[in-house]
């Protein structure tokens, strides 16, 4: 699908040859000869050399499971968040993992206690689980929850100002916004928010931030040192190429004894003393480290080789130019390949005046299909879901490929991904496959039930 794209070093980086960024790389991955991979944002991947990894820390743990679960797995699990703390700049006190940026968001909310009046304040873009998160927060605890309502695009600037208006108007109707849920990147539609501006928004107001950053390390540069949010959590096996599923879970020292209970609730977990009871007993070996690391060093009884490969997939990153190489290339295809299929679709990409939307590895192209002409008597909302299913499917089952769709304000988009193994030949060809399947959507394909499965 067309030729290799190339991308030197930036100053300073650990080797001096060009680069081949597109299609010489997939040699590095996994993939089925016959699949293109344009939504690398949902589950990622990973090459070879970090699957080698995994696979020998899993032998290592079948080999000799008690040593290796009780005494060989605490170090190595040291060694990777040594090198995420050096990676996101902060202490590795304040670094552990867990399965996922779903789990990360859990922990800190099931933690946290609320009083009346306090309430969980998020966007209208919140990721669908947390949102149900936050609805079952506020179902089981006095929390209330307040969501600021709206539609991409917006500029950075009213996100803000709308922000500090909600939270100001908390606090003279006399209640609290607690916590406030932001993501780096959103999910659906992909795009960036001001999430470094959000935090310290936060920190104007007496707000603690809660960042999903599910597409955040190895997607963003990153120095959490700087930001200094309140809890930060990202995926690992979205962008920085480890295996599913390994997410960091960052709590500076300062919140760190409000994360009192891993999710499960595991031995690391200290209750309050009551007299006449005696202390639970930890059976793991005893530790020196902080209740923070240990509390989530072992919580019950799962595959965690994903964890130790983060040295690896670091290594892998350097040697292909490093971070900043990685990132600029996927940005930037990104924003060309979806310039290249809306032009190509005769739609538009969504970003605001200010161009801050798409500063980021996914891009959003809008369709060229209009609700009120489906040929189906259903509500606008149905035909909506109906589109969503049956494109899905059709992607994966006709054309070996699959490209997030949404319906979104009135309209559908997709949801492109610029990767380290792509390059413009893919979204040429994207662009294709995309007016064909929207010609057989215009002539009411997605109504046969059959063709919206597999």
């Known amino acids: 699908m067309g030729s290799d794209s190339e991308i030197q070093n930036p100053p300073g980086g650990s080797t001096k040859q060009m680069v081949k960024f597109g299609k010489s790389l997939r ?51 040291d060694e990777s968040r040594a090198a995420m703390a050096k990676f996101l700049n902060v202490d590795v006190s304040t670094v552990a993992f867990v399965p996922n940026a779903t789990t990360g968001v859990n922990t800190v909310l099931r933690n946290l206690a609320f009083a009346p009046k306090e309430k969980i304040l ?14 079952y927060i506020v179902e089981t605890t006095p929390a209330e929850a307040v ?37 780096t990147v959103v999910s659906f ?20 931030s809660l960042i999903d950053g599910a597409h955040g390390v190895g997607h963003l540069e990153l120095d959490l040192g700087k930001l200094d949010c ?13 295996p599913r599923g390994c997410a960091v879970f960052y709590v500076p020292v300062r919140n760190q004894d409000l994360m009192r209970s891993t999710l499960p609730t595991s031995h690391g977990f200290t ?35 994903p964890y130790l490969c983060i040295p690896t997939a670091l290594r892998y990153r350097e040697n292909l130019g490093g971070e900043a190489a990685i ?48 040929k189906t008597s259903a509500k ?17 089952r006709d054309y070996n490929t699959f490209i997030g769709i949404f319906f979104y304000g009135s309209a559908w988009w997709v949801r492109l991904s610029g990767q380290a193994y792509l390059e413009l030949e893919d979204f040429k060809w994207a662009a294709e496959t995309l007016k064909k399947v929207c010609e057989r959507a215009k002539k009411g394909d997605f109504l046969d039930p059959v063709q919206a499965k597999l």
């Open 327 to 374: 990132i600029a290339y996927s940005q930037n295809l990104a924003r060309e390949g979806a310039a290249l299929v809306a032009k190509s679709l005769g739609t538009v990409v969504m970003e605001n005046k200010t161009g801050t939307l798409g500063k980021c590895c996914l891009s959003m192209v809008k369709l060229p299909l209009v609700a009120d002409a489906m």
């Open 27 to 77: 040699k590095d991955f996994l993939f089925d000869d016959n699949y293109l991979n344009l939504n690398h944002g949902s589950f990622g991947t990973y090459p070879r050399v970090v699957q080698s990894a995994m696979r020998s820390f899993q032998d290592k743990a079948e080999a000799r499971p008690d040593r290796f679960i009780r005494y060989e797995y605490p170090v190595l699990l």
């Open 271 to 305: 209750p309050r003393p009551k007299p006449g009871l005696a202390t639970i007993r930890n059976p793991l070996p005893p530790s020196s480290k902080s209740p923070y690391v240990t509390n989530f060093e072992f919580v019950g009884t799962i595959d965690n080789a």
């Open 122 to 135: 998020y966007f209208a873009t919140i990721y669908g689980a947390c949102e149900k998160t936050v609805e």
């Open 147 to 183: 969501k600021i309502q709206y539609t991409y695009p917006v500029e950075d600037d009213w996100l803000i100002s709308e922000f500090e208006r909600v939270v100001k108007a908390e606090e003279k109707a006399g209640n609290r916004v607690k916590v406030a849920i932001f993501d």
């Open 189 to 208: 539609p992909g795009v960036r928010m001001p999430f470094e501006r959000l935090t310290q928004a936060c920190k104007d107001l007496g707000v603690m």
């Open 380 to 396: 606008t909302e149905d035909v909506g879901g109906l589109i969503v299913s049956w494109f899905s499917a059709t992607m994966v």
């Open 230 to 242: 309140d809890f930060f959590v990202s995926n690992c096996h979205k962008w920085l190429y480890v």
